[in-house]
Nanobody, 126 residues
Framework: QVQLVESGGGLVQAGGSLRLSCAASGDIFSNYPMGWFRQAPGKEREFVGTITWRTGYTYLPDSVRGRFTVSRDNAKNTVYLQMNSLKPEDTAVYYC???????????????????WGQGTQVTVSS
């Protein structure tokens, strides 16, 4: 089992920044991909980035690339989502997730992730 706890959400003005953290514990395989997703009210959960523990390989979709970055601190078993130049449309609950899959460089679909945190609310005001 893997436990994931997100933190760092809050209210920020458009153009501002936030850094989300995801502390992982339990059976963390050294190269489990870790993912970040978000879900706005009435919308499907959306992929916003991924990183692997061992290599630090990251992949982010076009929708956030250049504004968001994903990083990790292996010593703390923590992954981060740095969000800059935030827009009102970034408002959502942000989730951290862990996948047990290997074999591909990255995974972007909700059903490819096996463990989820409780989510943290990010609200961007205009």
């Amino acid at each position: 089992q893997v436990q994931l706890v997100e933190s760092g959400g809050g209210l920020v003005q458009a153009g501002g920044s936030l850094r989300l953290s995801c502390a992982a514990s339990g059976d963390i395989f050294s190269n489990y991909p870790m993912g970040w997703f978000r879900q706005a009210p009435g919308k499907e959960r959306e992929f916003v980035g991924t990183i692997t523990w061992r290599t630090g390989y990251t992949y982010l979709p076009d929708s956030v690339r250049g504004r968001f970055t994903v990083s990790r601190d292996n010593a703390k078993n923590t992954v981060y989502l740095q969000m800059n130049s935030l827009k009102p449309e970034d408002t959502a609950v942000y989730y951290c997730a862990a996948s047990r899959r290997t074999g591909r460089s990255y995974y972007t679909k909700v059903d490819e992730y096996d463990y989820w945190g409780q989510g943290t609310q990010v609200t961007v005001s205009s």
